[in-house]
């Protein structure tokens, strides 16, 4: 059993869980682990993981337990996630409200989704649903960049560089091997807008993935019995795959 969980690299929650799955499993091999070893699974080459969804993290491989860049929580990061891209939008929303220059695709998306006469009349509810609610709010960004508008293209470019720095620390700090696997809801759904602008930051190959990071997970459980996964277990699990 391999388990790869956000969250297992802090306090003592991997030992937990590993505890408790050897009382119930006592005859298999198992491993509790970051989720970033998924993704180092997933490319034996990769030097360096990014996860950038809901938060945003960077990780160095270093053998069982990866270094972490950036992925101090949503309280104290403040770019590279949704949560950030979001918080931007509402930010600069509120902002222009004040002195009453809302004529922008951001705004008008922006006001659309939460409904209402203006955002402040959603303020109560930005702070009830809080993290997960603000983050939902990131496509309208990239929306409203599609459609020209300056200041969504701005949020970009920031939460860009600000992931291809981390990236960078990785090779300059760590020297990490210049390449990183790419993860997460807004590298699997912008992509085609992001990664053009962390690559502009940054010379370390991006690379997206073709397969869930749960292949990653399913090959590590394999090097747990063997240096090598099974012949064909890629074709297989592509075909077989239904998640």
């Not at 306090?11 to 198992?30: D, F, H, Q, V």
């Not at 682990?33 to 960077?58: H, K, P, W």
């Amino acid at each position: 059993i391999f388990c790869g969980i956000a969250g297992m690299a802090t306090g003592n929650y991997a030992e937990m869980l590993s505890s408790t799955l050897r009382t119930l499993y006592p005859e298999i091999k198992i491993s509790v682990a970051s989720d970033a070893l998924n993704l180092f699974s997933l490319y034996d080459e990769a030097g360096m993981v990014v996860i950038s969804g809901t938060g945003s993290v960077v990780f160095v491989r270093d053998n069982e337990r990866p270094r972490r860049l950036g992925g101090h929580g949503y309280l104290i990061d403040t770019e590279g996630s949704a949560y950030d891209f979001g918080r931007a939008a509402l930010s600069l929303a509120l902002d222009r409200e004040d002195v009453g220059a809302v004529d922008s695709p951001l705004y008008s998306l922006l006001l659309e989704r939460l409904g209402g006469a203006c955002v402040w009349d959603s303020i109560g509810t930005i702070y009830r649903e809080g993290k997960p609610m603000i983050a939902s709010l990131a496509p309208i960004v990239f929306e409203a960049s599609r459609l020209g508008d300056p200041d969504a293209t701005a949020i970009i470019e920031r939460n860009a560089e600000y992931l291809a720095s981390l990236l960078n620390c990785g090779v300059n700090t760590y020297k990490a091997r210049p390449t990183a696997v790419l993860s997460g809801g807004l590298v699997e759904h912008y992509g085609d807008i992001l990664l053009p602008r962390i690559r502009a930051h940054t010379s370390v190959e991006l690379l997206l993935i073709d397969l869930p990071p749960v292949f990653g997970a399913c090959r590590a459980a394999c090097h747990l019995i063997s240096e090598q996964c099974p012949k064909n277990f890629y074709q297989n699990f592509k075909e077989s795959y239904r998640g």
